[in-house]
């Protein structure tokens, strides 16, 4: 169950929004072996000026930030196949992988609360040792 924030510094279309959202989703899937009905994504998209970046970008406007929560235990494999899953899945929606940073937060299972109840107290479905 992570969750993920997409942060960009461009406008870009209900449908381009979606699947950007989608294409973080899959990787998600893929690499943390999470079920496809597992979504907790949120786009943001900033203002240029409230969103600096390296001056050496050759399309600042593109810059993508993916930041995923997510519970402790994944491999560092697992987390490559994210890196890698995501960057492909933005670059064939025409964001350059050089200006896209994922970054990922792992937080224990007893300080991330589902429902009222810890989740080292909930059956997730799915495994988070991947």
Known sequence: ????????????????????????????????RIPPEDRNIRLIVHEPHRFACAPGLDRPEYRTIVTIDCFAGRSVDAKRRLYAGIVERLGALGIPGDHISTIVHEIDRNNWGISGHAASDVDLGFTVNV
């Open 1 to 32: 169950m992570p969750a993920a924030l997409i942060e960009v510094r461009r406008q870009y279309t209900v449908d381009e929004e979606v699947a950007i959202i989608d294409a973080v989703q899959r990787a998600l899937v893929d690499a943390f």
